[in-house]
């Protein structure tokens, strides 16, 4: 029963029974249920998750690396290629990482699982089972931001001590594109539609500004580019790895908390509409 | 007995665009009772349950769970709530007695509950040593049993069953059967869907006939047998040429006369006598049968179409 206490207006009442149909504070029941199946399921999945950007990494940061030399990095440094493109390649694993979860995971569990048609027959509502599932998703792209960060020190390519703070970094870039991804999948009925997900985000990676500057581009596809999602994240990790910070880096981050907010208002929504029709 | 009233409904309707899945209808159940919603597929018994279970929203009518609008409180209404649906979604990513104990963590219980109570589940549901096994390996009888298990975590006072046999061999069912019994007089209420009629005889006690949304009877199965079918039921087969025109022939015999397209029905309070009559007259059917009249008849009666088809 809700404790409902007294001095509140009927549209406080009307507010709170509205909600309280959509969130019971019980997101942690879906991340126990996610780490108790994680341990039950594959390990390769999280693992080629981690190696996809490492092979990256090395085939064209010390690959073509060698023949590339040293590059102008952020405030003008000069810093070796593969110093360049690795914390752009970390922003695409924490990207990567979190779209998985949140996309294919989800589908999955939407369409054939029925996995939370069961869940929300309980005390549950949509916002724990989004919530839940966003932090998994997040949990996943702590793991491999760590993971690759380890690589990136191992590499020598870290130059100041602000780097460790690509970690949480890559957790606001993950939790960007989770709370987006959810929402998204939700619209998905088969299989071909998922794989527009995938035709969106392979040219994200390839022009985000991930393997040269930006400024290769025409003035017009550099807009572009810089409305999408993942040059935020790439711009924002690459400044942090080497400690040069601006007035850009408050708008990269203003941009995820943005893509968060209305990320998660939308995959609420979505859920709502889905189960609760 | 005065029970308390579980679940009351009042011209409960449900409409998708043109489509009016569940038109005006209003019951009420008391605590404990078996109340069952007899009707053929799409009749919107699903639908009724799902507004039950607040996962639908209702178009218009008003619906109280113990006192409880699903729609405003779903949450809290869920807490008592045990849901069997239709198909089963157990979590295949876990194994048996997981999925008790996740399932209970949704509702918010602690461990230090739901650890013995999920060991007490596996009993009730014969599944102790499927404990540990992943619910691929489970047959489709011992799903179901843990689908039923797992919605009792919560010690619900209403259970919600969604066709609980449907698709299950005769001995699987008659072992779900048993055990939804003893819940019944373990004082839950039970809410039941099904498209079989010995089903809804053996389990309810009191049910209602949907047909198109709408309620076509109500009563004990016992008494919706009296109120609408003869004692006994002489059915016949003349081969599907035949059927369709014997009718004139057999006229007189019984109380009434349907005709399916595969056999001819005669509604007779002594069906023996009447099969007499039917040979006297010179006719003879290729296969015979008199039976007690069913929960099956009475929907034939209601609507003039059989329950499955």
Same mark, same amino acid.
């Given at each position: 029963m809700s404790v409902l206490t007294g001095g509140h207006s009927a549209t406080d009442l009307a507010r709170e029974r509205k909600f309280g149909s959509l969130y019971s504070r019980n997101a942690r029941a879906v991340v126990g249920r996610g780490l108790m199946a994680a341990k039950s399921s594959t390990w390769l999945v999280l693992v080629s998750g981690f190696f996809e950007p490492v092979l990256f990494l090395l085939a064209m940061g010390v690959?073509?690396?060698?023949?590339?030399?040293?590059?102008?990095?952020?405030?003008?440094?000069?810093?070796?290629?593969? @110093?360049?493109? @690795?914390?752009?390649?970390?922003?695409?694993?924490?990207?990567?990482?979190?779209?998985? =979860?949140?996309?294919?995971?989800?589908?999955?569990?939407?369409?054939?699982?029925?996995?939370?048609?069961?869940?929300?027959?309980?005390?549950?509502?949509?916002? =724990?089972v989004a919530i839940g599932e966003i932090f998994l998703a997040l949990l996943r792209g702590l793991l491999y931001a760590t993971g690759f960060t380890a690589v990136m020190g191992v590499m020598g390519l870290l130059t100041s001590w602000w780097a460790i703070l690509v970690i949480p970094a890559s957790v606001l870039i993950a939790f960007g594109f989770a709370s987006f991804g959810m929402g998204i999948t939700s619209f998905m009925k088969t299989f071909q539609q998922m794989d527009w997900i995938n035709f969106f985000l392979l040219p994200m990676f390839l022009f985000s500004a991930t393997f040269y500057p930006l400024s290769v581009y025409p003035q017009p596809i550099q807009w572009f580019i810089q409305a999408m999602p993942l040059w935020h994240g790439v711009e924002l990790l690459r400044q942090i790895s080497v400690g040069s910070f601006g007035p850009a880096t408050a708008i990269h981050v203003g941009y995820y908390v943005v893509m968060i907010a209305l990320g998660i208002m939308l995959t609420t929504g979505r859920l709502r509409q889905l189960f609760l029709k | 007995m005065n029970r308390p009233t579980v679940i009351s409904a009042r011209s409960l309707t449900k409409a998708y665009g043109d489509l009016t899945a569940v038109d005006n209808i209003s019951f009420d159940v008391p605590a404990g009772e078996s109340f069952g919603l007899l009707g053929p597929n799409g009749a919107g018994k699903s639908t009724t349950m799902k507004m039950i279970g607040g996962v639908s929203q209702r178009t218009s009518g008003s619906l109280s769970i113990m006192g409880l609008d699903p729609e405003t409180h779903g949450p809290e209404v869920r807490a008592h709530l045990g849901v069997v649906p239709q198909q089963d979604n157990l979590d295949e990513e876990l194994r048996v007695r997981e999925n008790l104990i996740v399932y209970g963590r949704y509702f918010g219980l602690p461990l230090r509950y739901l650890r013995p109570k999920a060991d007490e589940l596996l009993e009730f549901a014969q599944l102790t040593d499927k404990a540990n096994s992943k619910v691929d390996a489970l047959s489709g009888g011992m799903k179901r049993r843990l689908t039923i298990a797992r919605s009792l975590i919560n010690e619900p006072r209403i259970l919600l069953l969604d066709e609980p046999t449907t698709g299950l061999d005769p001995q699987a069912r008659h072992i779900l059967w048993d055990r939804l019994f003893r819940l019944k007089e373990s004082g839950v209420t039970l809410i039941l869907t099904t498209h079989y009629m010995d089903e809804a005889e053996q389990l309810c006690d009191r049910l209602i006939v949907v047909d198109k949304g709408r309620i076509m009877a109500e009563g004990s199965p016992a008494s919706l047998i009296?109120?609408?079918?003869?004692?006994?039921?002489?059915?016949?087969?003349?081969?599907?040429?035949?059927?369709?025109?014997?009718?004139?022939?057999?006229?007189?015999?019984?109380?009434?006369?349907?005709?399916?397209?595969?056999?001819?029905?005669?509604?007779?309070?002594?069906g023996e006598s009447a099969l007499e009559q039917v040979t006297a007259r010179g006719l003879r059917p290729m296969t015979s049968l008199v039976r007690r009249s069913s929960l099956e008849d009475v929907f034939l009666r209601l609507t003039g179409r059989s329950l499955v088809d």
């Open positions: 690959g073509m690396g060698s023949i590339v030399g040293t590059v102008q990095g952020p405030g003008g440094l000069e810093i070796s290629y593969a @110093a360049y493109i @690795a914390p752009a390649l970390l922003a695409v694993s924490a990207m990567n990482g979190a779209i998985y =979860d949140s996309t294919w995971n989800v589908f999955f569990k939407m369409n054939f699982a029925r996995l939370y048609q069961g869940m929300l027959y309980t005390s549950l509502g949509p916002l =724990d | 009296r109120e609408h079918s003869s004692r006994e039921v002489l059915e016949l087969r003349f081969g599907s040429e035949r059927n369709a025109t014997i009718g004139v022939e057999l006229e007189g015999i019984g109380e009434r006369l349907e005709t399916l397209p595969d056999r001819v029905l005669i509604y007779a309070h002594d």
